[in-house]
């Protein structure tokens, strides 16, 4: 059994940064690949981020391009999403989910597994 254990979230000024973890127990991390996915109130989780295996490749939706990073470290069984320059846009919870086949997915059902997710809220 996967287990994802969000942190990292938080209250923030616009412009400002929050860097989230996610660390993986119970199989082995880098048999996954990763992604980060977000949702408003009311709506269907969009996807964010995703990191292959080996963090040899990753994905980003264009409205984060140039200010979100995600990262894996797999010694620590942890990915990251650095989350710079915030905007208001950016409040939602925040999901880390693990992907057990070899691909790069933008969409939420093909992860097995999901966190508990953590909350990120951008003041103006």
């Known amino acids: 059994q996967v287990q994802l254990v969000e942190s990292g979230g938080g209250s923030v000024q616009a412009g400002g940064s929050l860097r989230l973890s996610c660390r993986q127990s119970?199989?082995?991390?880098?048999?996954?690949?990763m992604g980060w996915f977000r949702q408003y109130p009311g709506k269907e989780r969009e996807f964010v981020a995703s990191?292959?295996?080996?963090?040899?490749?990753?994905s980003y939706t264009d409205s984060v391009k140039g200010r979100f990073t995600i990262s894996r470290d797999n010694a620590k069984n942890t990915v990251y999403l650095q989350m710079n320059s915030l905007k208001p846009e950016d409040t939602a919870v925040y999901y880390c989910?693990?992907?057990?086949?070899?691909?790069?997915?933008?969409?939420?059902?093909?992860?097995?597994?999901w966190g508990q997710g953590t909350q990120v809220t951008v003041s103006s």
């Open positions: 990191v292959s295996r080996s963090a040899g490749t990753t």
């Open positions: 119970g199989r082995t991390f880098s048999s996954y690949v």
């Open positions: 989910a693990a992907l057990s086949l070899n691909f790069i997915s933008r969409r939420a059902s093909d992860y097995n597994y």
